[in-house]
């Protein structure tokens, strides 16, 4: 049986029309709230899940989970926000790989109402602009780009993804004012829409009213997070000579500190870093375990590699700060060369009487 479109994306129903779509009729949001808490056990799986990184099936009956994701959202906003950050990660991964299999006439009506605005230029054969990337014996090796959107939308929309090279519009298929995109493509841009509408859904549900009507619920919800991430513990540095990071530094671990998501140079850039001034591979695990993405077995392989203990032992050194400003991490005019070569001068500086 199919699974109704807000079932699966219950993400679509914005909180201003969630009463409406829950309840049938306008009502206040501690209403709304006393009611959907009828959906605890299923919002408490959604959230097991969520910290679990375990596969969530949604039922048939798409009241029921939009009734449960709202309650999830809530709780996760006043129980951690490590918690909140998990299932905006957690949501729009799980949206991502659902729009890579849907049909094209459903795929382009959940962009529409994540407020993607996407043209299908695919044609009989689906394909749309298409590029030749060379020959395997006599047939063309073709990429097929069928959708395109306008580049300050693409913009927008990739604000996050930037920083990696293969997002940058330098790196994108870019005709007469617009990006070519493909459905892997597309799918991405949208797991980036959905985290951050998560995000704004819980900030808009994080008044004082909200957490006492869910305060029988907050400590079931608290039972969740890993003790490391609820103690704290994982949220603190190492006290090497921390005044000595440079500024680009200091903001990557702000982000990781609040449990935002940090892109692949973000996360190679601070692990790199880290290792060059002293930091162990345990040290950086547990700095990287506030992560809303965060895998210990993935993260601790990914670390040891780049300290050379893993593969061809080679030791994987920190970003240039011309490196650095080209991929939009650079947040300050420092003076050197390096971050390294920063926090070595100023930690001599700190230490000289």
């Not at 989970?65 to 299932?87: C, K």
């Not at 729009?92 to 299908?120: Q, Y």
């Not at 020959?135 to 993804?161: D, Q, T």
Request: aromatic share 8%; hydrophobic share 40%.
């Amino acid at each position: 049986m199919k699974v109704p479109l807000y079932s699966k994306y219950p993400v679509l129903v914005g909180l201003e029309s969630a009463s409406r779509f829950i309840l049938g009729y306008d009502a206040s949001l501690i209403e709304v709230l006393n009611y959907i808490k009828n959906y605890a056990e299923r919002a408490l799986v959604r959230l097991e899940s969520t910290v679990k990184r375990a596969p969530y099936n949604p039922s048939n009956n798409a009241k029921d989970e939009v009734s449960s994701f709202y309650l999830a959202v809530a709780l996760a906003q006043h129980t951690d926000q490590w918690l909140l950050m998990r299932l905006a990660d957690f949501e729009g991964k799980r949206v991502s790989a659902d729009l890579i299999k849907e049909p094209g006439e459903e795929l382009l009506e959940v962009l529409r109402k994540l407020g993607i605005e996407v043209e299908f230029i695919g044609g009989r054969d689906g394909c749309g602009h298409r590029i030749v990337l060379g020959k395997s014996g006599s047939r063309e090796v073709v990429a097929c780009y069928p959708y395109r959107v306008s580049i300050p939308m693409y913009l927008r929309y990739a604000e996050n993804l930037l920083s990696e090279p293969s997002w940058k519009l330098v790196n994108r298929v870019v005709l007469k004012g617009f990006v070519y995109l493909s459905r892997k493509d597309l799918a991405r841009l949208a797991e980036e829409v959905v985290k951050k509408r998560v995000v704004e859904y819980g900030k808009a549900l994080s008044e004082d009213a909200v957490r006492k009507t869910l305060e029988d619920l907050i400590p079931n919800a608290l039972r969740l997070v890993p003790e490391r991430v609820r103690s704290g513990e994982a949220r603190r540095v190492p006290a090497k000579v921390e005044k000595a990071f440079p500024p680009c530094m200091v903001k990557l671990k702000e982000i990781l500190a609040r449990g935002e998501h940090l892109s692949h140079h973000q996360r190679f850039a601070l692990a790199t870093f880290l290792l060059a001034v002293g930091y162990s591979v345990d040290e950086i695990v547990e700095l990287f375990r506030s992560s809303p993405d965060f895998e210990e077995k993935i993260a601790r392989y990914q670390i040891e590699h780049l300290a050379g203990l893993r593969g061809g032992r080679r030791r994987y050194s920190t970003y240039s700060c011309d490196k650095m400003r080209s991929l939009g991490l650079c947040v300050a005019e420092c003076g050197t060369r390096n971050p390294v070569q920063y926090y070595r001068r100023i930690a001599r500086e700190l230490r000289t009487p």
